[in-house]
């Protein structure tokens, strides 16, 4: 079946480093892959997402292109910031138009001044 | 709007004992669905609505009820508490023919 799998965490950083967060997925069909962030006590957003190959999601200085051919949606942000510590979670859209999405385990990451 | 709400925030049960978590959205979104998160393993699909009257399983459903009577509302009941059901739990909707899904705060349940 569909699965997800991103890179073990915890990711510590400081400040201003670049950030590349791994995430692989197997998959029938063509899905959509996502980025949700969860930050401390909330529930989860989205951050970026990319509906076909080769498609490059991007918000709040965060990026993800849609390799088809490597079967890979990595993150990846320039310059990290104290206020990006989270735990990120890589998804795809289940099979069928049900809703349904596939996310990989999360990785922590902790940003240090 | 307020999106999606979930009550209550917190719950502690004792094993045997059942409850409902309940789920609200005011998008008018078609998809309802039960997400658990725990440690290590992401979250995982426990049951989901295509619509009003129409539910099915995900990935993790036994213990678990659901019904949809309603657009707007889509509870998650627990039939009979287990020391395995401690999780945080995530209510998510999103419109048909979108992507996007919307997630609720959660809802951190401990079964003792």
């Known amino acids: 079946g569909d699965s997800v799998t991103q890179m073990e965490g915890p990711v510590t950083l400081s400040e201003e480093a670049f950030l590349t967060i791994n995430c692989t997925y197997t998959?029938?069909?063509?899905?959509?892959l996502f980025w949700y962030v969860q930050y401390p006590g909330e529930g989860l957003q989205l951050l970026l997402k990319?509906?076909?190959?080769?498609d490059k999601g991007s918000n709040k200085g965060f990026e993800a292109t849609y390799r088809k051919e490597t079967t890979s949606f990595h993150l990846e942000k320039g310059s990290v910031q104290v206020s990006d510590s989270a735990v990120y979670f890589c998804?795809?859209?289940?099979?069928?138009?049900?809703?349904?999405?596939?996310f990989g385990q999360g990785t922590t990451l902790q940003v240090k001044p | 709007n307020a999106g999606v709400t979930q009550t209550p925030k917190f719950q502690v049960l004792k094993t045997g004992q059942s409850m409902t978590l309940q789920c609200a959205q005011d998008m008018n979104h078609e998809y309802m669905s039960w997400y658990r998160q725990d440690p290590g393993m992401g979250l995982r699909l426990i049951h989901y609505s295509v619509g009003a009257g129409i539910t099915d399983q995900g990935e993790v459903p036994n213990g678990y009820n659901v019904s949809r009577s309603t657009t707007e509302d889509f509870p998650l009941r627990l039939l009979s508490a287990a020391p395995s059901q401690t999780s945080v739990y995530f209510c998510a909707s999103k419109a048909g023919g979108t992507d996007t899904q919307y997630f609720g705060p959660g809802t951190r349940l401990t079964v003792l």
């Open positions: 990319a509906t076909k190959a080769d």
């Open positions: 998804a795809l859209s289940g099979s069928g138009n049900t809703g349904k999405l596939i």
């Open positions: 998959a029938t069909g063509y899905p959509s």
